[in-house]
């Protein structure tokens, strides 16, 4: 070590999104977005941001890449899955709510909430500091769904008779070296045979819903968390909600070692910090000196 040289602390910054929601089938609700809790520029539902971690070498911490939830299959009423929570040592982001549908399929809760499906269906409600709500579905005769919840606001409303609701927005961090939006909620499915619209997707990954029969919804983005859009009329499938992603960013004087399991890059390091976006898998991780 040179002379004068003082150890950085290591202090550990993170984005963790849990994987999206799945649209529901039939005029569904769209799905949820991932839970979504960040410490730097913002985090999930409005809350003050997250505070980083203080971690130490040569120890194991447990990193899980949620998956997103199944699209609620088209040749019946079915809600969408929920997606799978996504872990950075003792921070955890629930999986985005599945959307609700027709004969009691109600959307899930989530760390944000399904969208409520045709007929009546109010939306599910997301998780403190992560999500916000699903929005409610059409309460009049028209078969429209609602839009799921995002990171950044709730499922949009249904104002019109004619207009599915859209997926709430997602929201927007640089932890990885450049501007994303992450977790955006899916859209409602509509009718076709009614000429309605369908709502599109949230910003940050939100899938669109469907006004056609007997296709599928558009899918949350992987590694974004976004949920997935509620399917049309007929036999119309939700839109499968994507996977999330965890980001870390922390002083260059460490490396990571281990991480069998999961799927990650470190790019070279900029501004005396390295930065280490995991994709997929679960494992663990430990940090060196280098």
């Known amino acids: 070590m040179r002379a004068g040289f003082v150890t950085p602390l290591l202090v550990v910054d993170y984005l963790v999104v849990a994987g999206g929601g799945g649209g529901a089938s039939r005029w ?18 409005g809350a003050a941001l997250e505070t980083p971690l203080t971690l130490s070498l040569s120890t194991n911490y447990t990193v899980t890449v949620g998956g997103g939830g199944t699209g609620g ?5 079915n809600r969408g899955g929920s997606g799978t929570n996504s872990v950075f040592s003792t921070i955890t982001s629930t999986g985005g709510g599945g959307g609700g549908t027709g004969n009691s399929q109600t959307p899930s809760t989530g760390g944000s909430g ?36 995002g990171a950044g606001s709730n499922g949009g409303t249904i104002t019109t008779n004619t207009s599915a609701g859209n997926g ?46 007997n296709s599928t919804a558009g899918a949350g983005d992987n590694n974004k968390g976004g949920g997935g859009g509620g399917g049309g009329n007929d036999s119309g499938t939700g839109g499968g909600g994507g996977s999330g992603v965890v980001i870390i960013k922390y002083p260059d004087y460490y490396s990571i070692s281990g991480g069998s ?13 390295k930065t ?5 898998g679960t494992g663990t991780i430990s940090f060196v000196g280098i």
């Open 114 to 149: 399904g969208g409520g499906g045709f007929l009546n269906q109010n939306g599910a409600t997301g998780t403190t500091a992560q999500g916000y709500d699903g929005a409610n579905a059409a309460t009049t005769g028209a078969y429209l769904g609602g839009g799921g919840g």
């Open 73 to 77: 299959a088209g040749a019946a009423y």
């Open 168 to 213: 709430g927005s997602g929201v927007t961090t640089t932890i990885s070296g450049s501007s994303t939006t992450y977790a955006g909620g899916g859209g409602g499915g509509a009718e076709n045979g009614a000429g309605d619209t369908a709502g599109t997707g949230g910003s940050g990954g939100g899938g669109n819903g469907s006004n056609l029969p």
């Open 261 to 273: 399991g999961l799927t990650f890059s470190t790019p070279a390091a900029s501004g005396g910090f």
């Open 276 to 280: 280490t976006t995991f994709t997929a």
């Open 28 to 45: 569904g609700g769209g799905g949820g977005a991932g839970g979504l809790r960040c410490t730097v520029d913002a985090t999930g539902r």
